[in-house]
């Protein structure tokens, strides 16, 4: 099979499901939007210079690390739910003839597209938020306005680590999910109840 073949097939599964991909799709950009926000303040060199703003950026460092394992936990649940929406489908692939290392190319693929649609919305969502809550937070607290606008490298590193990881593992137990079952189960996959 041609190469283009599989990113096409993606595409249009992506298109095809899109009332299922939308809402994981905006959850993700959301994880992304947030964290980046939230270790954007925590980096900012103007809380600092501010009197008390060290503790303001320990209480920031550490809802970074919340809102981190938070958006772990709810991309890789939000995903469960997407893939046995999606199992009838894969197991009708199965069974009309394409094997499972196909079906896993096409996963691959998908998981791409998201997680790169994710990363670029969240971020540039991110960095044009960041400034509000910036000048937000220095309201609430009344101190004096600082113009400037500028753009967390660590926020950057931190969201591309933290959803790399996290398309990473979604994409490993979508494949474990598809390879350990038969067509037949695959097909009834999107009868079975939610687990606790």
């Known amino acids: 099979m041609r190469k283009q073949f599989y990113p096409k097939l993606a595409l249009n599964n992506l298109r095809r499901n899109a009332q299922t991909y939308l809402p994981y799709l905006i959850t993700a950009v959301a994880m992304v939007m947030m964290l980046y926000m939230i270790v954007f303040l925590a980096g900012n060199t103007g809380l600092a ?72 919305f969240g971020l540039a969502g991110g960095i044009l938020f960041s400034k509000l809550m910036f000048l937000l937070l220095l309201k609430i607290m009344h101190f004096p306005v600082m113009m400037g606008f500028e753009i967390s490298v660590q926020g950057i590193v931190a969201v591309l680590v933290l959803f790399g990881a996290v398309f990473f593992l979604t994409f490993l137990n979508n494949l474990r999910q598809v390879h350990t079952a038969r067509p037949i189960e695959l097909l009834r996959g999107g009868q079975v109840g939610e687990r606790e």
């Open 49 to 120: 210079k501010m009197p008390g703003g060290d503790t303001l950026r320990m209480l920031l460092s550490f809802g970074s690390v919340v809102v981190g394992c938070f958006a772990v936990v709810f991309l890789l649940y939000t995903n469960s739910f997407l893939i046995k929406r999606r199992k009838k489908e894969l197991g009708l692939l199965n069974i009309l003839g394409m094997e499972k290392k196909h079906i896993a190319q096409v996963m691959f693929w998908e998981t791409l597209f998201t997680a790169v649609m994710s990363l670029i």
